[in-house]
Structures are given as structure tokens and as C-alpha cells.
């Protein structure tokens, strides 16, 4: 009797043992494939713009994951982490984190800080650009992920707790506010406005921008399936029904904007289809654990028509050069699915969504969220780019952006050997 006991006891130890590992596995992998998306985001603003700031752009992603990393490790974390009031951690710098945690904390954080760069491609002088990384990966992210993701944060403490899943406002939302406001800063690309009209700048190569959309799509399986911080689960909230309603989203947005735009313009638009999956992605980003599949695909299929009207509301009516339409689809689209969760999430079986519940309770939680990170952000960010403005300069020279920035800022060129007709347009 004793040994079968003790036997039981020890295969009940190795089984805990095994889901632990392949828990931090998942979480190892997830972190992997969120730290792709940095590639995905590469060739997403580079295929969106004009191919004299390829190397530009590429230099500002590698900057943004290797300042991000180093930064993060060394405050950041901490800061979001750490023992906290509510609003703040202050604790165990560099010493505070586990490495798998660390790791996967520090791709989201980078993610936050590359929104930013394809808002303001095409014009921002590269060491500007340096410092408000830096500044972006050092306080102004960690510190809002830690009013939600921080148990002792005051956003997960409502009365109502508010529900941001994987990032829809703590990552998406905070770089899509800090994008508008340097947009706003920094001013519009040469030739945008002609008599106050925008003008259409093409992106010079559509291949790279739908590559880089795929590989984001790919990545965001690790970016929503992650944040579960395990495999299993049960039902509702394992890993795998949080990467199928992500898909699902992520399906419904890209046809939405493709309807959208067919509908509108009498012919599908291949931008504005990539970036309706992204914002389909991001619409599913804070309730892809509080979601049904068909709460997902109407969620995902808002998002992806939303887009549509935000970018050329922003571009027409605000007069906002955003080179790649990150503002609309990380900002926005953010907003929007973190409301959503109040209009009809669940909880496990349980209703919490104004259309199925009944009750405002989710929902109001969830705009004082929408609103405290839009604020936030924009009030941070502002204030940094006044800074960097009126110290070191946002906007590289009339002269420099005609060359373009990779000979300006960098000295090199993306394609050698081709002869770079923008630079005499």
C-alpha cells in the first residue's frame, strides 16, 4: 500500500513538473514569435513607404529591439512589475525578473515602441528618434502596463476589474497615441498636401508590406496565445481557443476593409485590406480570452471597417500625415477592442457585456481604461516631443528628405545599383 502510495506521489510530481515545463516552453516560443514581428513591422513600414528610407526604417527597428531589450531589463521591467502603489513599481532593478518572463515582457515592450516609427517614417531625424525609444521603452510603456498587469495596479483593482487580455490599450493603444502626437509634431511629408488636399504617396514595393502583414499574423498567435502565460486552461481561456479567435479576427477585419473599400471606391484596395487585418488583429488583442468566436469575428469585422474611415478621417480631416496608418490601426482599432469587451465579452460562461448582460458595469471599466492610456500617452509623449523638438530638432532638413534618409541619416542606400527615382520627384 505504501510504495503504490508513494509511486502515485511521485508521478503526481513529475506531471506537475511537465506541465510547468512545457508552460515556460509555450511561453519561450510565444516571446520567439513576438520577437519576429519585429521583421513583420520592418517590412510592413518599408513596403509602405518610398524605398529612399528602407534602411532608415530598417535601422529604427533593430534600434527599437535592442534599446528596448537593454533598457527594459534595466528599469522597465520594474517599473511594471515592481512592488507598487497602484500607479508605479519601484523595486529590484535589473535583479527583479525571471528570464523567461524578462524575455517575453521585453517584446511587447519593443512592439510599443516600433508603432511609433512607422507613424513618423519619411522625415524624423534618426538621433531624435533614439532618445524617444529610450523614452518610450523606459517609462512611458512600463509604467502603463502596470496599472492593468501589475496586481497591484489601480486599473486592475476597479470595483469592476478592467480586462486588457494581451494589449490592446497597454500596447496598442499607448504606441498609437504616442504615434498621432508625433505625426502632429513633426508635420506632414513633403508634397502631402497640395491646397490642403492629401496626396497619395505610394508605398514602393506592396510584396513586402503583405509579407510583413502575414509574418505579424503568424507572430500575433505567440503575442494573444501567450499572454495566457500557459498552454492549458480551461476551455475558454486555454491558449488554443485564444489563438483560434484571433485568427478569426484577424480574418474578419482584413475582408472588412476589403468590402469597405470595394464598396466605397469601386475596387478592393490591397492597403487598406493589410491593414484591416491588423486592425482585426488588434480589435481581438484585449479580449481574445473574453470572447466567443462569434463575439471574435464581429469584433475582428468592426475593426477591420473602422480602419477604412479612421485613416482617411485622420488624413482628410486632421490633417495628420501617418505614413503607414499606424495611428488608426494600433490606436483606434485599440480602443476600440478594448470597449468591446463591454459591449459583449464573457467571463468563463458568464456574461459581461452590456448587449448580453444587461449590465454597464464591464463597460465603463473599460472606457476609464480606454481613456486613461489614450491620456497617458499623449500627454507623455507630448511633452518629450516638444522637448526633442525644440533641443536636438524632430525633422531632418528640406534638403536630406528629398535624398531620403538612408543617404542623409545613414550614408547608404537600400537597392545599390538602382537608380532611385524618388530622389528627383
Not at 15 to 26: F, N, P, Q, S, V
Not at 382 to 411: N, P
Amino acid at each position: 500500500m505504501y510504495p503504490t502510495i508513494f509511486s502515485s506521489l511521485l508521478i503526481n510530481q513529475d506531471i506537475l513538473a511537465t506541465k510547468g515545463d512545457m508552460g515556460m516552453l509555450w511561453i519561450l516560443i510565444s516571446g520567439i514569435l513576438v520577437f519576429f514581428m519585429q521583421s513583420g513591422f520592418t517590412l510592413v513600414e518599408s513596403g509602405m513607404t518610398r524605398s529612399k528610407n528602407v534602411v532608415n526604417i530598417a535601422m529604427k527597428n533593430i534600434l527599437d529591439i535592442a534599446v528596448g531589450s537593454l533598457v527594459y531589463w534595466l528599469i522597465g521591467y520594474s517599473l511594471m512589475y515592481g512592488s507598487s502603489n497602484g500607479w508605479i513599481g519601484w523595486d529590484g532593478f535589473m535583479f527583479n525578473q525571471g528570464p523567461a518572463d524578462l524575455f517575453f515582457q521585453t517584446v511587447f515592450c519593443a512592439t510599443a515602441a516600433t508603432i511609433v516609427s512607422g507613424a513618423i517614417a519619411g522625415r524624423t531625424k534618426y538621433s531624435t528618434y533614439i532618445v524617444f525609444s529610450l523614452v518610450m521603452t523606459a517609462l512611458i510603456y512600463p509604467i502603463a502596463g502596470g496599472w492593468q498587469w501589475n496586481s497591484n495596479g489601480w486599473l486592475a483593482n476597479l470595483d469592476t476589474p478592467f480586462i486588457d487580455f494581451a494589449g490592446s490599450s497597454i500596447v496598442h493603444s499607448v504606441g498609437g497615441w504616442a504615434a498621432l502626437v508625433g505625426a502632429c509634431i513633426v508635420g506632414p511629408r513633403m508634397g502631402k498636401y497640395i491646397n490642403g488636399k492629401p496626396v497619395i504617396i505610394p508605398g514602393h514595393n506592396k510584396l513586402l508590406a503583405t509579407l510583413g502583414v502575414f509574418i505579424l499574423w503568424l507572430g500575433w498567435f505567440g503575442f494573444n496565445g501567450g499572454s495566457q502565460l500557459a498552454w492549458g486552461g480551461n476551455d475558454a481561456v486555454s491558449a488554443s481557443m485564444v489563438i483560434l479567435v484571433t485568427n478569426l479576427s484577424a480574418s474578419a477585419g482584413a475582408l472588412g476593409a476589403l468590402f469597405t473599400t470595394w464598396l466605397k471606391d469601386g475596387k478592393p484596395n490591397l492597403d487598406m485590406t493589410l491593414n484591416g487585418a491588423l486592425a482585426g488583429l488588434v480589435s481581438i488583442t484585449a479580449g481574445c480570452g473574453n470572447m466567443t468566436e462569434g463575439g471574435a469575428v464581429l469584433a475582428g469585422l468592426i475593426g477591420g471597417i473602422l480602419v477604412v474611415f479612421s485613416m482617411e478621417f485622420i488624413e482628410s480631416k486632421l490633417k495628420i500625415d501617418d505614413a503607414v496608418g499606424a495611428v488608426s490601426v494600433h490606436g483606434v482599432a485599440g480602443a476600440w477592442g478594448t470597449l468591446v469587451i463591454g459591449l459583449w465579452g464573457v467571463d468563463g460562461d458568464k456574461a459581461i457585456g452590456l448587449f448580453n448582460s444587461g449590465s454597464i458595469a464591464q463597460l465603463s471599466s473599460q472606457a476609464i481604461g480606454v481613456l486613461s492610456y489614450a491620456l497617458w500617452a499623449s500627454i507623455i509623449a507630448f511633452i518629450f516631443f516638444y522637448i526633442l523638438k525644440k533641443t536636438m530638432g524632430l525633422r531632418v532638413s528640406k534638403e536630406e528628405e528629398i535624398q531620403g534618409l538612408d543617404l542623409s541619416e545613414h550614408g547608404t542606400i537600400a537597392y545599390p545599383g538602382k537608380r532611385q527615382r524618388e530622389i528627383h520627384d
